[in-house]
């Protein structure tokens, strides 16, 4: 059963799939910390000197037995600009991964050069049939 674990575990697409998830974590707070720290603080700006994370509904006041209950729709925002900012470096970055395949793809495929041998038989064959 160890040595089954350690074929799954070494295959090409399991180290593959470890190392892109190693990746993707890494520029998970790269592109976190640019939209907190670069993108967000012009837009709290622009939205009068509030950031995303003020901004709540309170559904319930807080009392002196319970506390306040407040739907954060500030948080959710940030999280979608978040995503969205994530997705589309995400496909600006496989767009430009496809450009390259594609390039690489498109090879001139050059014709084999044919031998004198070759084209005596042929011309041989062509006077034959007439």
Excluded at 43 to 48: D, F, M, N, S, T
Excluded at 67 to 86: M, W
Aim: no cysteine.
């Amino acid at each position: 059963m160890l040595k089954e674990f350690k074929a799954f575990a070494m295959k090409g697409n399991v180290v593959d799939l470890a190392v892109a998830v190693i990746i993707g974590g890494a520029f998970g707070k790269i592109v976190t910390s640019l939209i907190n720290n670069v993108i967000m603080p012009p837009i709290g700006l622009l939205l009068g000197g509030s950031y995303f994370t003020d901004l709540v509904f309170e559904l319930k006041s807080k009392t002196e037995t319970s506390e306040a209950v407040n739907l954060n729709y500030g948080l959710f925002l940030g999280a979608v600009i978040d995503f969205l900012i994530i997705s589309f470096v995400i496909f600006i970055f496989i767009k430009g991964i496809n450009t390259l395949k594609k390039k690489e793809d498109v090879k001139p495929i050059e014709t084999p050069k044919v031998s004198e041998d070759v084209l005596l038989l042929r011309e041989i064959r062509d006077l034959l049939q007439k």
